[in-house]
């Protein structure tokens, strides 16, 4: 993308990359790189340019916000039998990744249900609001904040729990995707079975502890995101043995992620039967002079074909090193034998396809799962809504370092609480600052934060692995929202669910005939 704007041929720009902190998708646009192209072409020198906080948030995209109008009918058996959507995506004055953003409706409203029939129209909007630019479970927020609202609603009109009626909708073998896909796994209903008594003891507790002035109130929601670019994605990644030990160069860009960790795992897990040590194993990351093309780092795409392409790489190093008696040649042996040191690996998700103008095809080979519950505590008096705890089911797939995994949950549950209740950028004078914007400070996010994992293994991932950064994100604002009404009545439709938006439903709902 930036080479086009600079007038040079691709492989004349030499992209290094520094680790950039957490980025949430929008390095997927260029900001001020081709800016600083240009200064580079005319000075011949290096250049640098720093934004203060205004110009940063002037100048970085937003998640684009959808308006949603959607229907949903289910049968007496408390079947969902069919869906009826319509949405338009405000994408601000530029166009990149517009259509695929709206294509997310498609693919995302409804997901995680056996819909039969579904009929639907999305669209794309420019306007001159905020720059639209991919973010964090891109495009699903926006899709569950109103189907996942909306199943709540059903559920209360049918006089069903809405776990319950989750349950007897949620993916099972021979049921398919909104996309007309088969899921590749199916574990919701082990998440919901396990969720369930933790479900019931929350409410049980909400019910005893709430008072006049402090409702409580238990949401639950399920998320559901591909792990990679849409349709026939790959990537590739060198693996050179040294006499020291292998080197792997990859384009895995670190945006916060734990990328390092994510390279030295899968690589390590991958060259096992050498007994190399993980510091026996040398990273040579993002830089594009010396490593094959990956693809960016989105879309938790990394993990899946990223860490395929590496173990690909791996895979041909140990084949070449094995001797016929099944052990292993040394570095010395491979050079005096002339075999190569350098191997290129490479991976395709070759049987998936992108989705046609019926939003209808496979997109991806491996899907994240999970299932959130949220506790919270609504202040009648002020409005105020205090998210008390936060529970997960997470299916990442197998998972290769724990730890990593954990500061995406955590990390993307804290970003779920702050687009529920306080995040808003809708007026630039207003909204210019942290504060502002109601980024939202520690105190906002509960300490109980509890994660379960369900490591079924992915028959597309690296030894089973799917990805994890998008999931935490898909909808624990829409458990936040459910756990609202839960505990008020009141029914938040139109986000950040603000304490002033809070109090007008209160009054709304005292007002209404018993």
């Known amino acids: 993308m930036i080479a086009p704007g600079l007038g040079v041929e691709p492989n004349k720009l030499r992209l290094v990359q520094n680790p950039a902190g957490g980025t949430f998708g929008y390095k997927f646009c260029p900001t001020m790189e081709a800016?600083?192209?240009?200064?580079?072409?005319?000075?011949?020198?290096?250049?640098?340019?720093?934004?203060?906080?205004?110009?940063?948030?002037?100048?970085?995209?937003?998640?684009?916000?959808?308006?949603?109008?959607?229907?949903?009918?289910?049968?007496?058996?408390?079947?969902?039998?069919?869906?009826?959507?319509?949405?338009?995506?405000?994408?601000?004055p530029y166009s990149e990744f517009g259509d695929l953003l709206t294509l997310r409706g498609a693919q995302y409203i409804g997901a995680g249900y056996n819909i039969p029939n579904i009929r639907g129209v999305g669209r794309t909007v420019c306007t001159n609001h905020a720059w639209g630019a991919p973010f964090r479970a891109y495009g699903s927020p926006q899709a569950f904040l109103a189907s996942k609202s909306l199943v709540d609603e059903l559920a209360e009109k049918m006089s069903i729990d809405p776990l319950e009626f989750r349950y007897n909708n949620v993916y099972r073998p021979g049921d398919t995707t909104p996309t007309g896909?088969?899921?590749?796994?199916?574990?919701?209903?082990?998440?919901?079975?396990?969720?369930?008594?933790?479900?019931?003891?929350?409410?049980?507790?909400?019910?005893?502890?709430?008072?006049?002035?402090?409702?409580?109130?238990?949401?639950?929601?399920?998320?559901?995101?591909?792990?990679?670019?849409?349709?026939?994605?790959?990537?590739?990644?060198?693996?050179?043995?040294?006499?020291?030990?292998?080197?792997?160069?990859?384009?895995?860009?670190?945006?916060?992620?734990?990328?390092?960790?994510?390279?030295?795992?899968?690589?390590?897990?991958?060259?096992?039967?050498?007994?190399?040590?993980p510091d026996q194993i040398f990273l040579a990351l993002n830089d594009t002079g010396t490593a094959p093309n990956g693809g960016p780092s989105g879309g938790s795409r990394s993990q899946v074909v990223i860490g395929n392409a590496i173990k690909n790489g791996c895979d041909q190093l140990i084949t070449a090193m094995r001797k016929p008696n099944g052990s292993f040649r040394t570095y010395d042996e491979m050079i005096a034998e002339k075999l190569p040191l350098e191997y290129v690996g490479k991976w395709v998700a070759s049987e998936n396809s992108n989705c046609d103008a019926n939003g209808q095809g496979n997109p991806f080979a491996v899907y994240m799962y999970g299932a959130f519950m949220a506790e919270v505590t609504v202040n009648t008096?002020?409005?105020?809504?205090?998210?008390?705890?936060?529970?997960?089911?997470?299916?990442?797939?197998?998972?290769?370092?724990?730890?990593?995994?954990?500061?995406?949950?955590?990390?993307?549950?804290?970003?779920?609480?702050?687009?529920?209740?306080?995040?808003?950028?809708?007026?630039?004078?207003?909204?210019?600052?942290?504060?502002?914007?109601?980024?939202?400070?520690?105190?906002?996010?509960?300490?109980?934060?509890?994660?379960?994992?369900?490591?079924?293994?992915?028959?597309?991932?690296?030894?089973?692995?799917?990805?994890?950064?998008?999931l935490p994100l898909t909808s624990p604002h829409v458990a936040v929202i459910n756990a609202i009404y839960h505990a008020t009545g009141v029914r938040i439709r139109h986000l950040p669910a603000r304490p002033e938006k809070v109090l007008d439903g209160l009054k709304e709902v005292e007002a209404m005939p018993v």
């Open 181 to 277: 896909q088969a899921p590749e796994v199916y574990s919701l209903p082990e998440m919901l079975d396990a969720l369930r008594p933790l479900y019931k003891q929350a409410k049980e507790k909400a019910a005893r502890e709430s008072t006049p002035e402090n409702r409580k109130g238990v949401g639950i929601a399920i998320g559901i995101y591909g792990s990679g670019l849409d349709g026939v994605d790959g990537a590739e990644a060198k693996i050179v043995l040294g006499k020291d030990g292998v080197t792997v160069y990859a384009t895995w860009q670190d945006h916060g992620q734990g990328a390092d960790a994510g390279v030295l795992g899968t690589a390590h897990e991958s060259l096992r039967p050498l007994g190399l040590r």
């Open 381 to 470: 008096k002020t409005g105020k809504t205090t998210v008390d705890g936060m529970t997960i089911m997470a299916d990442a797939g197998v998972i290769n370092n724990k730890l990593v995994v954990d500061g995406q949950i955590y990390g993307g549950i804290a970003q779920g609480i702050g687009l529920a209740l306080p995040e808003d950028f809708e007026d630039i004078e207003k909204h210019n600052n942290m504060r502002g914007a109601g980024i939202p400070y520690a105190r906002d996010i509960p300490d109980k934060m509890d994660i379960y994992y369900f490591e079924t293994p992915r028959p597309s991932g690296p030894f089973g692995a799917a990805g994890v950064g998008e």
């Open 35 to 92: 800016l600083l192209g240009v200064a580079c072409i005319a000075t011949k020198r290096p250049v640098y340019l720093e934004y203060d906080y205004e110009q940063y948030m002037t100048y970085t995209g937003k998640r684009s916000p959808f308006f949603v109008d959607l229907k949903m009918a289910a049968d007496k058996n408390s079947k969902i039998i069919a869906m009826e959507s319509d949405w338009t995506v405000d994408h601000g």
